[in-house]
C-alpha cells in the first residue's frame, strides 16, 4: 500500500527562486506545507529518508550543485516508493537538450521560472495539492537555500504567504 503523501518538495539552490516560489504559492491560495531542499543532494536524502512523509509534488530545478536536477530526477524514477510521484522541473534553462532529458524521465511537467505562476497551478492541480487559504507563515528563507550548504543544516519548511 502507497503511503500518504503530503506537501511539496521543492530542491533549489537559489534563495531568491525559492521565495519566488513561495510567494507565488500564496497568491495561488495554497497553505500546502513546502520543503526547500538545497540541493539535489539534500533532496535525495529528504526523500529517501523514511521517518518522513513523500510529498505529493516534487519541484526541482536542473542546475543546482552536488547533484544536478536530472540526476536527482533518475534517481526518483528508479525508486518503487517515489516513482510515479508527481515531478516538475523548475528552471532558467530553456536548453532543448535539457528538456529533452527531462521529458525522456517522465516529468509532469516543464517550468521555466519566468512562467512560475501558470506553471505551478497547473502542477498543483495534477498533484491534487489541496488549495485554500494561504497560511501566514514566515517567508524568511535566511539560510533555506545557497551555494554551499553546512553537512549538519537541517531542511526548511515553510508556508507560502500571499
Known sequence: MT???AGILLADDDRVDAKAFLRTLGTLGSGCEVTVARDGVEAWELLTDTARTPPALIVLDINMPRMDGLELLHRIREEPALHDTPVFVLTTSDDESDRYRAMQLSIAGYIV???LGPGLK???ALAGVAAGTASTGSDDLAGAVGAAPAANAQPQT???TA
Open 3 to 5: 503511503p500518504p503523501r
Open 113 to 115: 521560472k519566468g512562467g
Open 122 to 124: 497547473r502542477a498543483l
Open 158 to 160: 515553510a508556508r507560502p
